[in-house]
Every structure is written in structure tokens, then in C-alpha cells.
């Protein structure tokens, strides 16, 4: 028999030990991976040892996780053959006349790759090496052309497909279809919030991103003969998101037929050998071992919290503030963003989601939606898609946010930390807009599952 202490010393004990090894620099799935067999055996019996694997095994067997490994080695192999070049060159002809269109391009070349990869860190870090020397070597701001590349890239966490999704529909026992569907959108909300940020700034002020020079310029029929490096990437897109929205294949089959469409598309561009495909085969193993990882730690981790009462008294010390739904919802994004300065997108959604997820569903909601009644799967299906545009706004926020230092790790000797620091700020500024524009019109985000799924 394990030692009796109160849920709120163990909640500053295990959240705290957790802040302080993570602070020390331990990788996250190790770090709750421990705590938890340590504080299982301070304070645990064995009937809460025999309640976790109860927990853990239904989770980490989950079918729909099988499509997490088919997505990052699309995302690895459309990386090798050399897609994304060939789409940011005909995207970025066709916008180059319009200032600040190299820029937009970028947005637009991240929102493609976002819906062909759903992975971050593949768009972040090619888009970098590609979009970011041609804005600087033509003369735009270097704060907007980092700006647009930090933005764009992290559009893979909410534009099907996503890898996030994924995830979120396994811990939530949410539809991953309709997840899916329901992120469309906003992405592209977000997308647009971009591109139009973009061009008002640089009409306002043209040296922030000067139009092409008119040498550089492609008449119609170049740019038509350009269309066609984009029909293969187009047709990807078209292929995974039509038969997921179609209702032809479940997410996990897409995923198997965009895998073998990346290795088709690579072999059309001579770009498919065994170097390339081992190297792919590599990244995704160590991509997918780490999320496991991660799965593993926290699962135990917040299942022991919440088996000995976690969820009930995050519940209530919430709850006892007295605030309204929406004011609820503003204190967990909050904490969402807060966390996201410091911890990866996988540790907070399972810390979070099991313990804030049951508070949304237990709000009334009546009358919010546009709706007469308000069904939990659509609380689950609202809060998953604003959880991910939260994501987003982690990825960029300083001090440690993921993509400011992939796009560090590509970026010219010239550009500063402290540059794309302030670079992710003005573009933060739009995803909270985003967040809140969801958050306020909840139909952006349940209107196109209901249609597709005659919800």
C-alpha cells in the first residue's frame, strides 16, 4: 500500500517535478515515463496498477495511430523528390509582379505542402532552405520573410492531413474524419489571414517586399507552362483529402494510398532510389519512436494523476473561479499557450485534453453553436480544432517554440535568434484572430462535417 496525501500536494508534486526535469533539459517521454512508476510506487496500490494498463493498452493499440507513421514518410519522400522546389518556383512566378508576392507565395507554397505532409518540421525547414535565401537575395524585410515562413510552415498541424488530428481523435475518441473535415476552414482562414497581412503591409510600404523586377518576369505562356510542375502535388492533395471527405477510405487508408502516391510521384520525377527511400524509411522511425515515447510516459503519467482524483479537482479548482463558459475556455487556452512556450504540441495535448476536455463537455453550450441542443461530440470536435489553432501560436512562441528554431537551423548566419523572434510576434497576433474568430463563430468549424456527414 502506497502513502495517503492529499490530491492538492500531489498535483504541486508531480506538475512540479515534472517542470523541474524538464527544465534540466530531459527528453519529455522519459521524464513522465518515471515520474510515473515513481509516484505509483510512493503513492499507489495495486489496484491502481492493475487500472493502468487498462488505460495504456486500449490507447497505444489504437488503430487510427497506424497513420502517423504513412504521413511522415509521405511528408520524408515528397521532401526527397523534390516537390516542393518545383512548387514554390511556378507559385512565386505567378505572384512575383505583386508586392510583397514572394512572401505570399510562401504562405501559399506552406498551405499545399501542409496539405500534402501535415508534418511541421519537413514544411519549416525545406521551405526555409528554398523561400527564404529568394526573399532575402530580392531585397524584402527580413523580419516579413521569416515572418511568412514560420507562419506558413506550421499550417501542417491544422490542414488535413495532420498528424496533431490524428492524435487528438485517439486521446478525445473523437471522428477522425470529421476532425479532419472540420479543420479545413480554418486553415485556410488562417492561410488568408496571412496572405492579406502580407499584402496590405506591402502596399503600404513597398521596400518591405518589392515586386520582382521586371526582368525576372514570366509572360502568361511561361506561367501556364509552370501549372503543369504543379499537377502532380495538386493531384496528391486532391487524392488523400477527396477519399477521406468522400467517405471512400477511413484517414488510416488515405494515408497508405498517399504514401504509395509519394513514392509514385518521386519515381515520376527520378528521384525514387533506395538512398532516398532508406533515409525516409530513418526519419520516420525516429519521428514515430519519439511520439510513441511520449504517448507511453504521459499516458501513465496523467492516468495515475487522474486515477487518484486529478481530473476531478482540476475540474472544480476551475470551475470554483465562477467564470462563464467563455471564460473558461480563455483560461485553458491560457494555459495551453503558456505551456506551449515551453513543451512540445504531443506533451500538452496528453497532459491537457484528458483532464480539460470532460470541463468543456460538462459547460452548457446551448445557444452558442447556432444550435437548439449541443451534442458532446461537438464540444470534442470545436475544442479539438481550436486546441490545434493553439498549437499553432506554441510553435512560434518564444522561448521555445519548435519552429523558430528549425527555421534558425536553416536560415542565413545574418538572420539573428533575435530577428525571428520578433518575426513570430506580428504573425501570432493573426492566429490569435483566427482562434478567436473560431472560438466566436463555432459553424466555421462544425458547418463542413455536418454537410459531409449529414451530421
Given at each position: 500500500?502506497?502513502?495517503?496525501?492529499?490530491i492538492?500536494w500531489?498535483?504541486?508534486?508531480?506538475f512540479?517535478?515534472?517542470?523541474?526535469?524538464?527544465?534540466?533539459?530531459?527528453p519529455?517521454?522519459?521524464?513522465?515515463?518515471?515520474?510515473?512508476?515513481?509516484f505509483?510506487?510512493?503513492?499507489g496500490?495495486?489496484?491502481?496498477?492493475n487500472?493502468?494498463p487498462?488505460?495504456i493498452f486500449?490507447?497505444?493499440t489504437?488503430y487510427?495511430?497506424?497513420?502517423?507513421?504513412l504521413f511522415?514518410?509521405m511528408?520524408a519522400?515528397?521532401?526527397?523528390a523534390?516537390?516542393i522546389?518545383?512548387?514554390?518556383?511556378?507559385?512565386?512566378?505567378w505572384?512575383?509582379s505583386?508586392?510583397?508576392g514572394l512572401?505570399?507565395?510562401?504562405?501559399?507554397?506552406?498551405?499545399?505542402?501542409?496539405?500534402?505532409?501535415?508534418?511541421?518540421?519537413?514544411?519549416e525547414?525545406?521551405?526555409?532552405?528554398?523561400?527564404?535565401?529568394a526573399?532575402l537575395?530580392?531585397g524584402?524585410?527580413?523580419?516579413?520573410?521569416?515572418?511568412?515562413?514560420?507562419?506558413?510552415?506550421?499550417?501542417?498541424?491544422?490542414?488535413?492531413?495532420?498528424?496533431m488530428?490524428?492524435?487528438?481523435?485517439?486521446?478525445?475518441q473523437?471522428?477522425?474524419?470529421?476532425?479532419?473535415v472540420?479543420?479545413?476552414?480554418?486553415?485556410?482562414?488562417?492561410?488568408?489571414?496571412?496572405?492579406a497581412?502580407?499584402?496590405?503591409?506591402?502596399y503600404?510600404?513597398?521596400?518591405?517586399?518589392?515586386a520582382?523586377?521586371?526582368?525576372?518576369r514570366?509572360?502568361?505562356?511561361?506561367?501556364?507552362?509552370?501549372?503543369?510542375?504543379?499537377?502532380?502535388p495538386?493531384?496528391?492533395?486532391?487524392?488523400?483529402?477527396?477519399?477521406?471527405?468522400?467517405?471512400?477510405?477511413?484517414?488510416?487508408?488515405?494515408?497508405?494510398?498517399g504514401?504509395f502516391?509519394a513514392?509514385f510521384?518521386?519515381?515520376?520525377?527520378r528521384r525514387?532510389?533506395?538512398?532516398?527511400?532508406q533515409?525516409a524509411?530513418i526519419?520516420?522511425?525516429?519521428?514515430?519512436?519519439?511520439v510513441?515515447?511520449i504517448?507511453?510516459?504521459?499516458?501513465?503519467?496523467?492516468g495515475?494523476?487522474?486515477?487518484?482524483?486529478?481530473?476531478?479537482?482540476?475540474a472544480e479548482?476551475i470551475?470554483g473561479t465562477?467564470?462563464p463558459?467563455?471564460?473558461?475556455l480563455?483560461?485553458m487556452?491560457?494555459?495551453?499557450?503558456?505551456?506551449?512556450?515551453?513543451?512540445?504540441?504531443?506533451?500538452?495535448?496528453?497532459?491537457?485534453?484528458?483532464i480539460f476536455?470532460p470541463i468543456?463537455?460538462?459547460?452548457?453550450?446551448?445557444?452558442v453553436?447556432?444550435l437548439?441542443g449541443?451534442?458532446?461530440?461537438d464540444?470534442?470536435?470545436?475544442y479539438?480544432?481550436?486546441?490545434?489553432i493553439?498549437?499553432?501560436?506554441?510553435f512560434?512562441?518564444?522561448p521555445?517554440?519548435?519552429?523558430?528554431?528549425?527555421?534558425?537551423?536553416?536560415?542565413?548566419?545574418?538572420?539573428?535568434?533575435?530577428t525571428?523572434f520578433?518575426?513570430?510576434?506580428q504573425?501570432?497576433?493573426?492566429q490569435a484572430?483566427?482562434?478567436?474568430?473560431?472560438?466566436?463563430?463555432?459553424q466555421?468549424?462544425?458547418?463542413?462535417?455536418?454537410?459531409?456527414?449529414?451530421?
Open positions: 500500500m502506497g502513502w495517503e496525501i492529499d492538492a500531489l498535483t504541486l508534486l508531480m512540479g517535478s515534472l517542470g523541474v526535469l524538464l527544465a534540466l533539459g530531459l519529455m517521454a522519459f521524464c513522465t515515463g518515471s515520474l510515473a512508476v515513481i505509483l510506487f510512493l503513492f496500490n495495486s489496484a491502481v496498477l487500472m493502468l487498462s488505460r486500449p490507447f497505444m489504437d487510427q495511430l497506424s497513420a502517423v507513421p511522415i514518410f511528408a519522400m515528397l521532401e526527397k523534390g516537390i522546389e518545383e512548387l514554390f518556383d511556378a507559385v512565386y512566378k505572384l512575383g505583386l508586392k510583397g512572401a505570399s507565395a510562401t504562405v501559399i507554397a506552406c498551405t499545399a505542402l501542409a496539405a500534402m505532409v501535415g508534418v511541421v518540421g519537413a514544411t525547414v525545406t521551405m526555409g532552405m528554398i523561400a527564404l535565401p526573399m537575395k530580392r524584402y524585410d527580413q523580419k516579413l520573410a521569416c515572418g511568412a515562413l514560420l507562419a506558413g510552415g506550421t499550417l501542417g498541424i491544422l490542414i488535413p492531413p495532420s498528424v488530428a490524428i492524435v487528438y481523435a485517439v486521446v478525445a473523437q471522428s477522425l474524419g470529421e476532425l479532419l472540420g479543420a479545413v476552414f480554418p486553415g485556410f482562414l488562417l492561410s488568408g489571414l496571412y496572405i497581412y502580407i499584402t496590405v503591409r506591402c503600404i510600404n513597398p521596400s518591405l517586399g518589392p520582382l523586377p521586371v526582368e525576372e514570366v509572360d502568361f505562356t511561361e506561367k501556364l507552362r509552370l501549372l503543369k510542375n504543379t499537377i502532380a495538386l493531384l496528391l492533395i486532391l487524392l488523400v483529402l477527396g477519399i477521406i471527405f468522400l467517405g471512400i477510405a477511413t484517414p488510416v487508408e488515405a494515408a497508405g494510398i504514401t502516391g513514392l510521384v518521386s519515381a515520376l520525377q525514387l532510389n533506395w538512398t532516398a527511400v533515409e524509411a526519419a520516420t522511425l525516429k519521428a514515430t519512436a519519439m510513441m515515447w504517448f507511453f510516459g504521459a499516458t501513465m503519467f496523467v495515475f494523476f487522474i486515477i487518484k482524483g486529478g481530473q476531478q479537482f482540476v479548482s470551475l465562477g467564470l463558459p467563455y471564460g473558461i480563455f483560461l487556452m491560457f494555459i495551453l499557450f503558456v505551456l506551449g512556450m515551453f513543451l512540445d504540441w504531443v506533451g500538452i495535448l496528453l497532459l491537457t485534453v484528458p476536455l468543456m463537455q460538462g459547460l452548457n453550450w446551448d445557444g453553436f447556432g437548439p449541443v451534442k458532446s461530440s464540444v470534442s470536435l470545436w479539438g480544432v481550436i486546441f490545434m493553439n498549437m499553432q501560436m506554441a512560434l512562441s518564444p521555445f517554440g519548435y519552429s523558430l528554431f528549425y527555421l534558425k537551423s536553416v536560415a542565413p548566419p545574418e538572420i539573428s535568434m533575435a525571428i520578433r518575426a513570430a510576434v504573425f501570432m497576433v493573426l484572430l483566427g482562434l478567436a474568430i473560431c472560438i466566436i463563430f463555432p466555421i468549424i462544425l458547418w463542413l462535417p455536418s454537410v459531409v456527414y449529414a451530421r
